[in-house]
């Protein structure tokens, strides 16, 4: 019974992933004006490298009766400035379209593992519901 949503497991973590980079890609866009501001964006990290655990994101089992919640969908992501587009003159380092740009293609990603989890759990639905 524990992986009855074994396939759908990992598309959250992506779906956390990418939730918690338009969060911070956000943060970036609010502090447009303030001087000095450095952008941040977050960057997935392998599991097995030295960079593990320095953020963690999982489904947590409050109750023994909750199944397939243990060590699904975890993502692990490290946070990071990026000061790449250069600073203004105020010493601001957020370009509006760069962080823009990123937001939709964010976006769109986070569309694309949201229409996958969907068609999973209809196929599941589907599986419950013999047929019909």
Do not use: W
Not at 9 to 32: F, I, K, S
Not at 94 to 113: C, F, G, H, P
């Amino acid at each position: 019974m524990s992986d009855f949503f074994a396939h759908v497991a990992p598309l959250h973590g992506a779906l956390d992933y990418h939730l918690e980079r338009h969060n911070v890609l956000a943060t970036n866009l609010a502090h447009v004006d303030t001087p000095g501001f450095i952008p941040h964006d977050l960057r997935r990290v392998d599991p097995t490298s030295k960079f593990a655990g320095v953020l963690r994101v999982q489904l947590k089992a409050t109750k023994s009766a909750h199944f397939g919640s243990a060590g699904a969908g975890a993502v692990t992501g490290r946070v990071f400035e990026d000061a790449s587009a250069g600073p203004g003159p105020d010493g601001n380092y957020v370009s509006m379209d760069r962080e823009a740009a990123k937001v939709a293609a964010n976006q769109l990603r986070y569309d694309t593992v949201s229409a996958i989890v969907s068609a999973e759990l209809r196929q599941l639905a589907f599986a419950a519901g013999d047929g019909h």
